[in-house]
């Protein structure tokens, strides 16, 4: 499981580095109990022992934006006056006297971004950026927000002497304020990357061998070793894998590429697609729902993530066709193969068809428009039947 294209693994290993634990599977007491998907940094950790004060105890997440946007899928976690309890997240000091709940902050910034109000009946969505996030990875929407959450991680730590340093650097480099001229001189680019001189690159890091197309613009996301953006390509807020491709003119905004997928959707928002994914032009994945917070599956039932604007999932080696179009909130499990209906494809041309007058697609064969079922003696030693194209 990718966090931020770096496996959970490592950042649970910086959890045990930064918070000054000691990973072992013997349950000795005093101990930190977690569960193997927990995401969340050493520091909030550290603070939850420390409010433990020696006693057995529960994690409370505070009230907070970040935990009103990402507890609603999350198994285990049960609302309560402070925030959200986290069941699995324990210290246990070896007795047994009941746990007290220990409510840690998440330290927390809070952007509003501007938004048309038709779209979420609010004309603002929140962003929240923790400094210390707490959650666990259950499903596939967890990915996102994790990926998001690492993202204010890595902003939040950057101490202020170093962030005025790179503010002035870039100022120095680019000799104006203009907030897209400086964005243009903070970013992160590896060795051996191909860009085009036309390519705007604003606020992101780039690995090694990334090569940048004609036109195409990459805004506020971390793209991996070896992966290609094709002309035309918009890139925002989105983390691509290692080998992975946006096609021409595809537009990416929050989405998460496993290594070697090829994002090729006119438009992808809010989606999550697994290693040697394919998806193709004509093809969408719904994104919206203009009255409702979208819900999706989680262990037997719909669950509500709170949240209007989600895309869906894509399993790794799924391929995806041309003109195929995707609830929100879904996910297709890994190797499956998407295709339309050949009925919706014309396979049979009959040979003498009518020049000049309309003609359309009935159950595969095309016919003139409010004839579909005129044939001739000539059409079945002149009718050409073809496979239906995949994308």
Known sequence: MLIQNRPLRDWQADLVRDGGFELTSDRRTPCLVVPDTLFATGDLMRRFVLGAAGRNAVLVLKESAFGRNTTAVQPGVVRV???????????????????VDVVVDPLEQVQQLPVPAAYTGSETIELAMPRDPVMTIHHWVHILWATQAAGAIELRRIPLWKAIVIGLWAFLRCLSVNKWKLLGKLNRVGRRCDIHPTAVIEGSTLGDGVTVGPYARVLFSRVGDGATIMAGAQVEATTLGERSVVCQQTVLRGCVLYPEAIGGQQVMQMCVLGRGVVTTLASYAIDLDFEKPIRVPLDGQMVSTGQRFLGSAFGHGVRVGTGTWMSHGRMIPNGYFVVRDPSDVIQKIPGDLPAGEPLSNHSGRLAPVGRPTQTTASSSSTERAEPPPIG
């Open 81 to 99: 006056p402070e925030g959200w309890r986290f069941e699995a997240i324990r210290y246990d000091a070896g007795d047994d006297a009941p746990p």
